[in-house]
C-alpha cells in the first residue's frame, strides 16, 4: 500500500506545481522533508497523515490508495517502468539515469517532471 501511496503522493506534488508549492499546502499537516521522505517511499505514510493530505489538497478521500496513473498520460508499461525505477534505491537511480544518459531529450525517462527521484 505505501508504494502506491508514495507514487500518488509524488503524483500530488506535480499536479500541485513542484514540491514547494505542495508542501506549503500541507505545511500543517507534514513538514517538507517528511513531504518529501514519504514521496519517495523512505517513510510510510500513515492512514490518518494520508487522509489528513487529501482533505488539505482537496483530494478525493481514499485518492492516495488508488491507481491515478491516468493522470500523468502515460501507457501502462510506461507507468509500470515508472513505479518500477521510483522503488530502485537513491544510488541506483542515479546510475540508471546517467546510463540512459544526460536528460538533454526533455521526453526521456531520466527528466520526467514528475520530479519525484530529486526530493
Not at 65 to 70: E, G, M, R
Not at 75 to 88: A, C, G
Request: net charge positive; aromatic share 6%.
Amino acid at each position: 500500500m505505501n508504494s502506491i501511496r508514495a507514487t500518488n503522493l509524488c503524483l500530488a506534488r506535480y499536479l500541485n506545481f513542484g514540491h514547494n508549492n505542495t508542501a506549503a499546502k500541507v505545511r500543517g499537516v507534514v513538514n517538507s522533508n517528511y513531504l518529501s521522505r514519504m514521496a519517495l517511499g523512505d517513510m510510510k505514510i500513515s492512514d490518518y497523515s494520508g487522509r489528513s493530505i487529501e482533505r488539505v489538497l482537496e483530494l478525493p478521500k481514499g485518492w492516495l490508495d488508488q491507481d491515478n496513473s491516468k493522470f500523468l498520460n502515460l501507457t501502462d508499461e510506461q507507468y509500470t517502468l515508472l513505479t518500477l525505477v521510483r522503488d530502485l534505491p537513491r544510488s541506483k537511480q542515479l546510475a540508471l539515469q546517467a546510463l540512459l544518459g544526460s536528460g538533454e531529450n526533455p521526453t526521456s525517462l531520466a527528466t520526467q517532471p514528475l520530479d519525484c527521484l530529486a526530493h
